[in-house]
């Protein structure tokens, strides 16, 4: 028995050193910002730089990064607007990012580490805001985005985009940094995450009045249905005026 009784004591001891072993190995968690950064830094030499500058310092074909912070940079990544595809002076348009998650997260805290500039804000979407949102994008956001956030001309052949496909985030981020020639927002973070929450809303609700003509707003829409409303009429009129008498029927003829 004391062979098998030593085997046991030995296994015992392997397994418990095994396990303390395993304790005092360290635990990888999510990069730090340095590191982040670090890794983004190698990102942007080879994809930003030549817009950019080597340090983000600007060329004549890009503006300079320092002080945009984590929001600007976060916000034009996730939209695809940059790398801008369209050419230095065009308007960038949203389309599929170009980085994933990971190289995106480099790339903003790269950029953020150029200066102080605002962090990615922190939004909430509260039904009971609604009202409150919709106060504030009427004010500030309908006389370019239109009344549904369609979008709109905003002269100079410039558009304001839809924000069909925004995010409370990426709403939120726009105010702060204010993309291309939209301007900067001072909302407070309750205000912010309002008008992020009435997109929100504006994206999710239906057309309870019927046919929304691609949203394009009440006036338009009131004016498009005043036209087709006209035309019926006058449609009815010259169907209710007009002789439907057939020609070599069975009418007295007079001599």
Known sequence: ???????????????????????????????????????????FATSCASCHGANG??????????????????FQLRTGRMPLTEGPTAQAK??????????????????????????????SVDESLVSRGQQLFVANCAPCHGATANGGAVGGGALAPALDLATPVQVAEAMISGPGQMPPFTFGARDASAVATYVDYL???????????????????????????????????????RSWTAKGGDEDHVP
């Open 57 to 74: 310092q600007g060329t004549e074909f890009g503006p300079s990064l320092g002080g945009v912070g984590a929001a600007a940079a976060d």
């Open 1 to 43: 028995m004391r062979p098998l009784a030593t085997f046991a004591a030995m296994l015992v001891i392997a397994v418990v050193g095994l396990l303390l072993l395993g304790d005092t190995q360290p635990v990888r968690g999510a990069p730090s910002d340095a590191q982040l950064a670090e890794q983004g830094a190698a990102l």
């Open 94 to 123: 949203r389309k599929p990012p170009a980085f994933d998650d990971e190289r995106i997260r480099q790339l903003v805290a790269y950029v953020a580490s150029l200066g102080n500039g605002p962090p990615i804000p922190q939004v």
């Open 203 to 241: 994206q999710r609700s239906g057309s309870p009045g019927g046919f929304s003509i691609g949203g394009i707003g009440p006036v338009p829409e009131g004016f498009v249905g005043w036209v087709l409303g006209m035309g019926l009429m006058l449609l009815i009129v010259v169907l209710v005026g």
